[in-house]
């Protein structure tokens, strides 16, 4: 596995966060001119993208890890200053912006609840602020944040498939394919009753981290055999997304896919060489699109323009967030990591 950490990863969650960035953009501001792209920015590969190469990554960490002491520790230091960081920024300077007065913004149940369910990962018990982008399409601060808490229990269904693997001395691929199995039925069936919000949470997306899992853990094999399995993988999933609109193999196949990219095209393995921004435009695009509306800049100026000036922005925020704030809070293995990327 010594080929493991020589990858892509890092030029692929940002291509899966602007492809969320673009289509929330594109979905917000409404502009009529931009509905046409619409479809070329699919946030739900971008997503199920996302899983794959953290169920990948999130075992490799896992495997590394002295303990699961420090295994949570470190996820907790990738993952919360940041979320932290956005959640009390938005609540506290949105005030500005609140039809409602100070004393009724702050006083209002509305904003605690909204702290509360936030700071929790529960975004979806209250996602609006008092009085605030209440002209908007919608009122939602942060709607990308919903696959955090997602992300949070990855993380902590990790050491609980190790060790049921381990204490029961049970094949990981047989209880890989059991979970990957729930997880297709738990999908298919709630798009079935029409309730695809519902699939589209923790169990539906367990079969995209687990397939991650399995690729980690048979790095060797699939690196091996990479060319042979790319094609089928590619008609696979070409078949159940594009003709059949089903949803069983495609998993596994778009998974494959992704670590095929991962680990091929060497011209992009210093992708992240300047910084991880990924986290950031993720987490930081969806409020910025949202003040950009509120203050009608798409309507005042030339939306393309517009549309230049707020990713920018997303990126100069982003890249700020990670050298001053996120990489602040990581191990000192991972800060060197990233000085020998910066040398290279």
């Known amino acids: 596995m010594k080929e493991i950490n020589i990858n892509n990863f ?10 969320v960035a673009l289509a929330h953009l594109i979905e917000l501001s409404e502009v009529e001119i931009f509905q046409a792209y619409k479809d070329l920015f699919n946030t739900r590969l971008a997503i199920d993208g996302f899983f794959v190469i953290s169920g990948f990554l999130i075992a490799k960490s896992y495997a590394n890890s002295s303990n699961i002491k420090s295994y949570i520790y470190k996820r907790i230091k990738r993952i919360v200053p940041a979320y932290l960081f956005v959640i ?17 913004y702050f006083l209002n149940i509305q904003f605690w609840k909204y702290l509360l369910a936030n700071l929790t990962f529960q975004n979806y018990i209250e996602p ?8 908007n399409s919608m009122c939602v601060v942060n709607g990308a944040l ?25 094949k990981i691929h047989g209880y890989g394919i059991i979970v990957y199995l729930v997880s297709i039925i738990y999908f298919n069936y709630f798009v079935y009753i029409d ?14 981290f687990m397939t991650g899992i399995v690729l980690y853990k048979n790095f060797d094999f699939f690196i091996k055999w990479k060319h042979y399995f790319i094609i089928p993988c ?16 495609k998993p596994f196949a778009y998974g494959f ?44 100026y030339n939306p393309l323009l517009v549309s230049v000036i707020l990713l920018f922005l997303v990126i100069v925020l982003a890249t700020f967030s990670w050298h001053f704030l996120e990489l602040y809070f990581l191990s000192e293995g991972r800060k060197e990591r990233q000085r020998k990327l910066l040398s290279s």
């Open 10 to 19: 890092d030029f692929l969650r940002v291509v899966f966060a602007f492809t």
């Open 128 to 135: 609006c602020l008092p009085g605030v982008f209440e002209g």
């Open 195 to 208: 309730m695809y919000r519902i699939a589209k949470q923790l169990p539906g997306a367990l079969a995209f």
């Open 234 to 249: 590619l008609l696979i999933f070409i078949t159940e997304h594009y003709v059949f609109n089903t949803h069983i193999l």
């Open 257 to 300: 896919m992704v670590f095929y990219i991962a680990y091929n095209f060497k011209w992009l393995n210093h992708f992240g060489k300047y910084g991880d921004i990924t986290y950031g435009v993720y987490i930081y695009h969806f409020p910025i699109i949202q003040v950009f509306v509120y203050f009608g800049l798409f309507d005042s």
């Open 146 to 170: 919903w696959t955090i808490k997602i992300e949070e229990a990855f993380y902590l269904l990790i050491p609980v498939f190790y060790w049921i693997t381990k204490s029961k001395k049970n």
């Open 88 to 104: 009390l920024f938005c609540a506290l300077f949105f005030c500005f912006i609140s039809t409602k007065s100070f004393g009724d």
